[in-house]
């Protein structure tokens, strides 16, 4: 653990996970590697935030693996995890490998700030 430091400093940006989610038998359902996915999209939401004011993520399953280390045949089925569990919304969809889709992240993550979890 690091000692309490003034001049510490984290590289980089980092995900918060709300305690409620975390807690939810909605998380709780979700494979761990479908976990990875939702933390490697969360964190690209959240760096993203600047550029798109809306709310959405626009990515694709190549984006994803390249960011979790996780194949992509388990990308693709955590991403129909999420999506079956209301983890995301699908606005735009995307061809294969060609154009990129746009999510919506349900739940706290929202640009304008926290907001309530409801499953």
């Known amino acids: 653990m690091a000692k309490n430091n003034k001049n510490y400093s984290i590289n980089g940006g980092f995900v918060v996970l709300p305690d409620d989610t975390i807690r939810s038998n909605q998380w709780k359902s979700l494979t761990a590697s479908t976990r990875c996915v939702y933390i490697a999209m969360l964190t690209e939401f959240i760096r993203d935030k600047n550029t798109n004011p809306m709310n959405e993520l626009t990515i694709d399953h190549d984006d994803i693996e390249e960011i979790s280390g ?46 309530d979890v409801r499953w």
């Open 70 to 115: 996780i194949a992509h045949s388990t990308v693709v089925r955590a991403m129909r995890e999420l999506k079956d569990k209301n983890f995301l919304k699908i606005k735009q969809k995307g061809s294969f490998r060609r154009h990129k889709s746009t999510y919506t992240i349900n739940g706290r993550y929202t640009h304008s700030g926290c907001e």
